[in-house]
């Protein structure tokens, strides 16, 4: 076992304890069980089960809900929802008709959906696990296995897992479970957003989580994603101090984001739909940089109406009084398929593909109905609306998105850099734009050739890549305000070094806001071109990071 396992960190904060592993896995039922013959009796068993698992998990709902966690309450309310789909036990009692043994049919039946939400880009995929949850819920309480569940202990101890299903997430008694850690899952799981809500340390995507034997000491670092077994006390001494260090940094964290020498760089908040603003005015975001749409659309078979793109465009709007909004329009194709718009063929590489404004230009009714709703949402409203359109190429899309969005009546259009070709010829795209908002999650995958879908393919998909940053520089220096809106900005060394590029806003999922602000707080302008230039003649992403925070001093301050 190596002396530091490395997964991603997704909830902040130190834990050391025993590792407690949940209940081992519910194995497949063979394909091909049959039952005996009695299919009426076998129906009745498969749905009673079915039904219990929906209401054991209804149960743990309201014992989330009393423990203040309704987060957890309505995760577990959906999955009893889905425990009791008709066109599950549908599908379970078609099967059982045709011979198969219950717990088959009901793994048969689940597999559909599986592959139906595994298929429907990243945010869905992230729910295949609760589906596989219920499923191995009720075959566990088919074949009479113990059911997947959170173990029993006596003392505090750390819950390692191939992922965590939202129903033992949801009961866990943060006085109890020092932190959790997980061989799968990602930042959207729900293992990543029950754990940041409970306050739980939590690393996930840990190669070697269920290796961990159960009762080994382990400190587990939830910022750096870190798991080391059998620690020394002056390890687990140093995590306690740089994470409490962190912790009162963050505290002092406040105001609008500005470096040590008063350059003002406004920080703003990335979000999916008006259920993101609480956490973005909880986190300080000055306003919104990046409205990602196309939550709104997702999961139906036709757009939704101008009335009710409307409404959600306002709440947002209406929560940002003094501050900006920028909304990207419709990104759909590649990894965010939608039913309404299906790609026009078959498209070998969807992320090379139809999507983004591409996509749009071939169906200009549903930008032009989403920008007229986005006109009457922002009209009388002291907030400042600005649209931006992704996937931009060149300057002759850049200006059709500009007159689209004149037609509609809206002032300020913006465009996306997240394609190598517009990041080196942004001083062509400028005249047609009145901001850039560079998305480094596509940037870095274009740039470097790696599908950012690719988990293999992570070393690649890392935005300290030299490469990236060159690809910055220019679009910072285009002469028109230039933010970042992909995953780059949420990372504070970067954040300065994007800034020392000229990068004029940051905009970020909620949480990562404190120790950006905090980071930004304690370097000049100056020390953060420095860093930039430091990086940007680096070899590698390592050796970028490293050159950048020689540059950085005070970031050891924030135990980073
Ligand atoms: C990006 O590509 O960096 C970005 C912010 O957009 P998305 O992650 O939604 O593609
Ligand atoms: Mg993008």
Redesign the pocket.
Known sequence: MPDVLQGAGVSPGVGVGPVRSIAGAVPEPAAGARHGGDAAAERDTALAALEAVAADLEERGGRAAEAGNAAGRDVLNAQALMARDPGLADGVRARIGEGVAAARAVFEAFGVYREMLAGAGEYMAARVSDLDDIRDRAIARLLGLPVPGVPESDEPFVLAARDLAPADTAVLDPAQVVAFVTEEGGPTSHTAILARTMGVPAVVALPGATSLADGTRVLVDGAAGTVRPDPTDAEVTAARAAAAARASALEESTGPGVTRDGHEVPLLA?IGGPKDVEAALANGAEGVG?Y?T?FLFLDRATPPSGAEQEEAYRKVLEAFPGGRVVV?TL?AGA??PLAFLPAPGEEPNPALGERGLRMMRRHPDVLAAQLAALARAAAGLPAKLQVMA?MVTDAAEAAYFAAACREAGIEHPGI?I?VPAAALRAHDLAPEAEFF?????????YACAAD?QVGGLAHLQDPWQPAVLDLVAPAAGAGVPCG?????AGDPALACVLVGLGVTSL?MSAPSLPLVRAALARHTLDECRQAAAAARTARTPDQARAAARTHLHALADLGI
């Open positions: 990335n990046l990602r196309e990207r990104d990894d965010k992704p996306m997240e908002s560079i998305g480094t999650n596509d940037l870095t995958q950012r970042v809106c992909g995953e780059a905009s």
